[in-house]
């Protein structure tokens, strides 16, 4: 059975930092494009950054660059989101997914498997 758990999120003043992780389960991930995805309330969810197999390749939202650094382990199959300089616009709830093609890291419609999600709470 496929999981993605994640974790790490919680409550930051603006300025801090965040470190979120997500455990993928269930069969071998090395080669997917593992991505974060967003979802404020009342707004669509949206693209943070993804990673493609084997750390080939990085993607991320504009208002993040600079902020927010996406990685994930040598097994493949721990991804990990390393989030500074927080901003208020940055509250939502942070989701981890798994694509086995990644061939448009930045669709969230592409990907296969899906995390729960971990609240991430920035106050200015």
């Known amino acids: 059975q496929v999981q993605l758990v994640e974790s790490g999120g919680g409550s930051v003043q603006a300025g801090g930092s965040l470190r979120l992780s997500c455990a993928a389960s269930?069969?071998?991930?090395?080669?997917?494009?593992m991505g974060w995805f967003r979802q404020a309330p009342g707004k669509e969810r949206e693209f943070v950054a993804a990673i493609g197999g084997g750390s080939s390749n990085t993607y991320y939202r504009d208002s993040v660059k600079g902020r927010f650094t996406i990685s994930r382990d040598s097994a493949g199959n721990t991804v990990y989101l390393q989030m500074n300089s927080l901003k208020p616009e940055d509250t939502a709830v942070y989701s981890c997914a798994a694509d086995r093609l990644g061939m448009t890291p930045r669709r969230g419609d592409e990907y296969d498997y899906w995390g729960q999600g971990t609240q991430v709470t920035v106050s200015s």
């Open positions: 269930g069969r071998t991930f090395s080669r997917y494009t």
